[in-house]
């Protein structure tokens, strides 16, 4: 079963700048996502297969990586981007899925 | 545009049977490349997969293997809907459940509900 670590745990920046998130898994998969929370809503999906953007995600959000290392990169901040943000992947066998513990990107 | 509504109740007593329904507008729930799915969120466990059901010519279910012997996922063609039912539910088991849309990642999820545990 994939194990997938994120950190930092927290991130403390100000509008505008650049966030850069990590996400480690312990097998190589070819499906990675990447979701955004806020209080009280379900996820949203923002990447899909490590670096494609869902529908409707703006520009500035991307991602990145392959195997087991995979990042996510927002690079500019907005004040709607300060959101907890989790990584996903599907594991072939057994079929399953699995979340990282999250990031969450806190106003500085 | 898929939309998700949940249904169920918010309370269940310990030793006894969570039980969630999912109505899908927008799709049906026997579409060849439709998987449907269910997650929980709880502050001990983060995100966690549950289970999904999917139709490919026949019926297919796969259950995660921490709820594998509780749970069952069944799809209901007549109301286009998919249910869950998480028997013998502990404490451990509160969590806002999600039933959600996807094969590979979540495209569309329900609004949750907060289910706890208490006699």
């Known amino acids: 079963e994939i194990v997938l670590t994120q950190s930092p745990a927290t991130l403390s920046l100000s509008p505008g700048e650049r966030a850069t998130l990590s996400c480690r898994a312990s097998q190589s998969s070819s499906y990675l996502a990447w979701y955004q929370q806020k209080p009280g809503q379900a996820p949203r999906l923002l990447i899909y297969?490590?670096?494609n953007r869902a529908t409707g995600i703006p520009a500035r959000f991307s991602g990145s990586g392959s195997g087991t290392d995979f990042t996510l990169t927002i690079s500019s901040l907005e004040p709607e981007d300060f959101a907890v943000y989790y990584c996903?992947?599907?594991?072939?066998?057994?079929?399953?899925?699995?979340f990282g513990q999250g990031t969450k990107v806190e106003i500085k | 545009q898929v939309q998700l509504q949940q249904s169920g109740p918010g309370l269940v007593k310990p030793s006894q049977t969570l039980s969630l329904t999912c109505a899908i507008s927008?799709?049906?729930?026997?579409?060849?490349?439709?998987?449907w799915n269910w997650i929980r969120q709880s502050p001990s466990r983060g995100l966690e997969w549950l289970g999904r059901t999917y139709f490919r010519s026949k019926w297919y279910n796969d259950y995660a293997l921490s709820v594998k012997s509780r749970i069952t996922i069944n799809a209901d063609t007549s109301k286009n809907q998919f249910s869950l039912q998480l028997n013998s539910v502990t404490p451990e088991d509160a969590a806002v459940y999600y039933c959600?849309?996807?094969?590979?990642?979540?495209?569309?999820w329900g609004q949750g509900t907060l289910v706890t545990v208490s006699s």
């Open positions: 959600a849309s996807g094969s590979h990642y979540v495209s569309y």
């Open positions: 927008g799709d049906s729930v026997s579409s060849n490349s439709a998987t």
């Open positions: 996903q992947q599907r594991d072939s066998w057994p079929p399953t899925w699995t």
């Open positions: 297969d490590a670096s």
